[in-house]
């Protein structure tokens, strides 16, 4: 009993996400994830994010994103996962659409990205395409649009120590994107996870990522902290 309470703590504070349970799954999955980060930009800052996954099919899953954050930011995404089983793993395409309004400040970001990779029970690799564009919505008379040019490399590698079954599980890795940001491909994330299941249904999760801070990440001069505890149940 004492182990499985150290073994529960640790997980709390060093992570988990729900891309640690989702592969080889064919069960709907919701989590929810209370947040708190701080960067140079926005400081101390809290927030509410809910997922869902979706296995439609053999071959095919979705996932959708939604949070919101006390700095003023609004972000969602959707993600379409055609799937392919190897003897060995399986290979998928994602293709994504994310969307950001930091409505304190008067702007917007729309992001279309496309991938491929190979997943496995201890590592996935991943790399692609993304295209943003940015937009002005807030009150001025004099609205502006940019669109970056040209398209930007996404990538994300990921291990886990543990077969994906496993009734507790950590890993880490190194991506330039993640269900609600993309950054240029020089300024990476940071990221470890890591989830305990309580039964067969309900699962604890938590997640550290070390990011870039600052407005659309133009410049990132320093590097600041995010942390998300939640839980999910699968149906």
């Known amino acids: ?9 640790f997980f709390l504070l060093v992570g988990g996400a729900l891309n640690a349970q989702t592969y080889g799954s064919d069960r709907y999955t919701v989590s929810a994830y209370a947040n708190y980060g701080y960067n140079s930009s926005w400081k101390n800052y809290g927030g509410v994010d809910v997922r869902g996954f979706l296995p439609l099919a053999r071959h095919f899953e979705m ?9 003023g930011v609004f972000s969602s995404s959707v993600t379409a996962r055609p799937k392919f089983l190897l003897p060995v793993g399986e290979i998928f395409i994602d ?64 291990f886990r120590v543990r077969p994906l ?3 507790w599980n950590v890993g880490g890795g190194i991506s330039n994107y993640d269900e609600y940001e993309y950054e ?10 890591g989830h305990y299941d309580l039964n067969e249904r309900v699962s604890l999760l938590a997640c ?28």
Request: charged share 20%; proline share 3%; with cysteine.
């Open 208 to 235: 550290v990522r070390i990011k870039p801070t600052g407005t659309f990440h133009q410049i990132a001069s320093f590097y600041g902290i995010d942390t998300r505890l939640g839980v999910s149940y699968k149906f």
């Open 63 to 71: 996932t959708a994103n939604a949070e919101i954050l006390t700095s």
């Open 184 to 193: 240029r491909m020089w300024q990476p994330i940071f990221f470890i996870n």
């Open 95 to 158: 293709g994504t659409v994310s969307f950001r309004n930091l409505y304190k400040y008067g702007s917007s970001e729309l992001v279309f990205a496309a991938s491929a990779g190979y997943r496995m029970n201890y590592i996935s690799v991943q790399a692609g395409l993304f295209g943003r564009g940015m937009f002005d919505t807030g009150d001025s008379p004099e609205k502006f649009s940019l669109r970056e040019t040209p398209l930007n490399l996404v990538y994300r590698v990921a």
């Open 1 to 9: 009993m004492k182990n499985k309470i150290i073994i529960l703590a």
């Open 165 to 167: 079954e496993c009734r």
